[in-house]
């Protein structure tokens, strides 16, 4: 199986500042087709995750473009340009080149 | 716009099987594929398996001796089952459309206790 990993566990940002988060994988995520397959979820406190990004770079519907998503094969990293109160939760990187999918161990943003 | 509910008991015991129902409005279940992942109380995300829109599935390796999915069409709705259930198999479970998800339904807590 395809091991995810991120950094750092754990993040506090003040609001306006900027935050990454790092997704590592044990493999390419390159597919045949071109595409790479790796997804970010925010996870909000008492929520079910919601898809923030998809295919390393494409933002889901709906999603503020403060956040961005860049990297290629195994190394990935999940951006926000300006911090908000609203973002905090847990972020989780997902891999779906193969199944089984597997979720990175996420991290828990916290706005100070 | 697709909405998914989970449906099933709250507590089991262990040993015993685990039988949860997600029910899909807003989309036929023979048009895409559909997920479960589970949430143990406090940690992290774990992708259980997938179902295609025409029956086929993948399991985690982790529990792929004990899990099954299946899907009925007149119902509109796919299932999970989980045998003999221990204290580990305690979480939130979510269904979802997508094997790398794009909607999830807002979970079911399921507690293995006797």
């Known amino acids: 199986d395809i091991v995810l990993s991120q950094t750092p566990l754990s993040l506090s940002v003040t609001p306006g500042q900027p935050a990454s988060i790092s997704c590592k994988s044990s493999e390419s995520l390159l597919h045949k087709d071109g595409k790479t397959f790796l997804y970010w979820y925010l996870q909000k406190p008492g929520q079910s995750p919601r898809l923030l990004i998809y295919?390393?770079?494409s933002r889901f519907s709906g999603v503020p473009d403060r956040f961005s998503g860049s990297g290629s094969g195994t190394d990935f990293t999940l951006n926000i340009s300006r911090v908000e109160a609203e973002d905090i939760g847990v972020y989780y990187c997902l891999q779906g080149l193969q199944s089984p999918r597997t979720f990175g161990p996420g991290t828990k943003v916290e706005v100070k | 716009h697709v909405q998914l509910q989970e449906s099933g008991p709250g507590v089991v015991k262990p040993s015993e099987i685990l039988s949860l129902t997600c029910s899909v409005s807003g989309s036929s279940i023979t048009s895409y594929y559909w997920s479960w992942i589970r949430q143990p109380p406090g940690r992290g995300l774990e992708w259980i398996g997938e179902i295609s829109h025409s029956g086929r599935t993948t399991y985690s390796s982790s529990l792929q001796s004990r899990v099954s999915m299946s899907m009925d069409p007149s119902k509109n709705q796919f299932s999970l089952r989980v045998t003999t259930v221990t204290a580990a198999d305690t979480a939130l479970y979510f269904c979802?459309?997508?094997?790398?998800?794009?909607?999830w339904g807002q979970g079911i807590l399921v507690t293995v206790s006797s």
């Open positions: 295919e390393v770079s």
């Open positions: 979802a459309l997508g094997a790398s998800p794009f909607t």
